[in-house]
């Protein structure tokens, strides 16, 4: 199996986290563009949304991005909106009285 067909297995998050571990950790969009370029991983050079691909799996997964802290707000809520819901069944169990 070649290369190629093996990194395609792999997420675009993956792909990133690999990147940055052979680039030492930290580097600028501009070098992981250019390393997914020189690599073609992922098929990047064929893709005309290569870099958005890439800034959008790191935007997901980033605290610091406003993504990732609208996807823990709306977590939230739907956390609260269920805890509600399952106080109110609580208390309607308690309070209607069994009548056999």
Known sequence: MSTNMSTNKRTWTEEIV???QELGGII???????????????E???KKDGAAQI?????LHSR???CW????????EWLLEKLQLLVILRIF???IPVTV
């Open 44 to 46: 990047y050079n064929a």
């Open 69 to 76: 802290v609208l996807r823990m707000q709306i977590f939230k």
């Open 93 to 95: 169990v308690v309070f």
């Open 18 to 20: 690999s990147a940055f």
């Open 28 to 42: 600028r969009y501009k070098e992981l563009y250019s390393y997914f370029s020189s690599k073609n991983i992922k």
């Open 64 to 66: 610091a991005s406003f």
């Open 55 to 59: 800034r959008g799996a790191i935007e």
